[in-house]
């Protein structure tokens, strides 16, 4: 149908409350090392690239059958260029990049080993008999990463698994949809705990992963020892509670903050001056309206005032459906410059409003964003620091 997109996230800040230990200095919250790289990084890509490039989303109306989006075959990429991907990366600053290993459909990127509890290995996913992509496209994507020399991490969906027949955490009750798979609340449990072995364990150390949509409670003990084990300094978007450096939403998808942004508190939003806890904030933006995440033909962009900088959606519409998307990414020849008015516009606002010249070592003006920040010990912003992403956008061209 059309093409995988790229949301591209900007930096802010998060902590952790609970039973894992807070890092102060002088009685005043900081952030981990993990949580550090992970705001001076600022530019991240959060790319929406899986079976709902082709489908949007599955459906009890879309999953049955050869052409439905239960069959493996349909994730069909054409042309998939991740050389493409890292000139385009490179070109608007990407300091690291996540990709959808897992979304809500159920297919995988990777060639898993996990087994269903018939004894049968994960049938959804690329790299078997019926696949069309044969290749670990986790692993191409993490090798493009590191050979322009960027960070990388996973989005798995903990939320929902149509093909397990799960949604919102839990099994659902009725009949099953041909193509879905018997399983009980704690088999499922299993298998997702399989799936994020393999991905935490197998491909390198990650810079972020995310909980969109969180963890229940009772997954939350072996979340918090398997992250302590594979990935104990990556960031962990929607991960308070179980790792150490979690990062917290700021409750818009617009890119449009209500300032001031804090890097302290435990709750979605603007977070708290005057709490114990770091927890570094973000802000993701789609480029399209109607919160699609992933490319859908004939939705308008939005303003550019909304999107506040972006990357331009470029691609050939198609007539009729075609074999796959062909993914190569494109950006605007005007980025440079909307950044740089971002940037110029961020710096005045924020940096006078924490009591911080923007003309002194943050650079104000600078192309790159608010810099600075979050530990040195002269800072005045050192309890709660003043960060937030901006929301970059780009896309997959088809054609």
Same mark, same amino acid.
């Given at each position: 149908?059309?093409?995988?997109?790229?949301?591209?996230?900007?930096?802010?800040?998060?902590?952790?409350?609970?039973?894992?230990?807070?890092?102060?200095?002088?009685?005043?919250?900081?952030?981990?090392?993990?949580?550090?790289?992970?705001?001076?990084?600022?530019?991240?890509?959060?790319?929406?690239?899986?079976?709902?490039?082709?489908?949007?989303?599955?459906?009890?109306?879309?999953?049955?059958?050869?052409?439905?989006?239960?069959?493996?075959?349909?994730?069909?990429?054409?042309?998939?260029?991740?050389?493409?991907?890292?000139?385009?990366?490179?070109?608007?600053?990407?300091?690291?990049?996540?990709?959808?290993?897992?979304?809500?459909?159920?297919?995988?990127?990777?060639?898993?080993?996990?087994?269903?509890?018939?004894?049968?290995?994960?049938?959804?996913?690329?790299?078997?008999?019926?696949?069309?992509?044969?290749?670990?496209?986790?692993?191409?994507?993490?090798?493009?990463?590191?050979?322009?020399?960027?960070?990388?991490?996973?989005?798995?969906?903990?939320?929902?698994?149509?093909? +397990?027949?799960?949604?919102?955490?839990? &099994? =659902? #009750?009725?009949?099953?949809?041909? %193509?879905?798979?018997? *399983? @009980?609340?704690?088999?499922?449990?299993?298998?997702?705990?399989?799936?994020?072995?393999?991905?935490?364990?197998?491909?390198?150390?990650?810079?972020?992963?995310?909980?969109?949509?969180?963890?229940?409670?009772?997954?939350?003990?072996? +979340?918090?020892?398997?992250?302590?084990? &594979? =990935? #104990?300094?990556?960031?962990?978007? %929607?991960?308070?509670? *179980? @790792?150490?450096?979690?990062?917290?939403?700021?409750?818009?998808?617009?890119?449009?903050?209500?300032?001031?942004?804090?890097?302290?508190?435990?709750?979605?939003?603007?977070?708290?001056?005057?709490?114990?806890?770091?927890?570094?904030?973000?802000?993701?933006?789609?480029?399209?309206?109607?919160?699609?995440?992933?490319?859908?033909?004939?939705?308008?962009?939005?303003?550019?005032?909304?999107?506040?900088?972006?990357?331009?959606?470029?691609?050939?519409?198609?007539?009729?459906?075609?074999?796959?998307?062909?993914?190569?990414?494109?950006?605007?020849?005007?980025?440079?410059?909307?950044?740089?008015?971002?940037?110029?516009?961020?710096?005045?606002?924020?940096?006078?409003?924490?009591?911080?010249?923007?003309?002194?070592?943050?650079?104000?003006?600078?192309?790159?964003?608010?810099?600075?920040?979050?530990?040195?010990?002269?800072?005045?912003?050192?309890?709660?620091?003043?960060?937030?992403?901006?929301?970059?956008?780009?896309?997959?061209?088809?054609?």
């Amino acid at each position: 149908m059309s093409l995988a997109t790229v949301g591209l996230l900007l930096a802010a800040g998060l902590s952790l409350a609970g039973a894992l230990p807070l890092v102060q200095s002088q009685g005043l919250p900081l952030p981990t090392p993990g949580q550090l790289r992970y705001e001076t990084n600022e530019i991240a890509a959060l790319i929406h690239f899986n079976m709902q490039t082709f489908f949007h989303s599955c459906t009890k109306d879309n999953w049955v059958g050869l052409h439905g989006s239960s069959n493996p075959a349909n994730f069909a990429p054409t042309n998939l260029n991740f050389s493409n991907w890292a000139v385009s990366f490179k070109a608007m600053g990407v300091k690291h990049a996540i990709l959808t290993a897992k979304h809500d459909c159920g297919h995988l990127l990777w060639p898993s080993k996990v087994q269903l509890p018939n004894g049968t290995v994960y049938p959804y996913a690329v790299g078997r008999e019926n696949s069309y992509v044969k290749q670990d496209v986790v692993a191409e994507f993490v090798a493009m990463c590191d050979s322009i020399g960027i960070g990388h991490g996973f989005y798995y969906s903990l939320t929902n698994n149509f093909f +397990l027949n799960v949604r919102n955490h839990q &099994l =659902q #009750p009725g009949p099953l949809l041909p %193509g879905q798979v018997n *399983v @009980s609340q704690s088999e499922f449990e299993a298998i997702a705990m399989g799936h994020l072995t393999e991905l935490w364990g197998n491909y390198g150390n990650l810079t972020e992963i995310w909980f969109d949509g969180g963890y229940t409670t009772d997954m939350a003990a072996e +979340l918090t020892a398997l992250l302590l084990k &594979l =990935q #104990p300094d990556a960031a962990a978007f %929607g991960g308070l509670g *179980v @790792s150490p450096n979690p990062v917290r939403w700021i409750g818009t998808e617009f890119g449009n903050d209500a300032a001031p942004i804090w890097s302290t508190g435990t709750a979605e939003g603007n977070g708290d001056p005057d709490s114990p806890v770091w927890n570094s904030a973000a802000c993701d933006t789609t480029l399209q309206r109607a919160d699609r995440w992933f490319y859908f033909p004939g939705v308008p962009l939005h303003r550019r005032q909304q999107r506040r900088a972006g990357a331009g959606l470029c691609h050939r519409s198609h007539r009729q459906r075609p074999p796959g998307p062909r993914p190569r990414l494109c950006w605007f020849r005007r980025l440079d410059s909307l950044l740089l008015r971002f940037s110029r516009r961020f710096d005045q606002r924020q940096w006078h409003a924490a009591g911080v010249d923007p003309a002194g070592p943050h650079q104000a003006g600078s192309h790159h964003g608010p810099r600075g920040a979050v530990a040195r010990p002269a800072d005045p912003c050192l309890h709660g620091q003043l960060r937030q992403r901006l929301g970059l956008l780009a896309a997959v061209q088809q054609g």
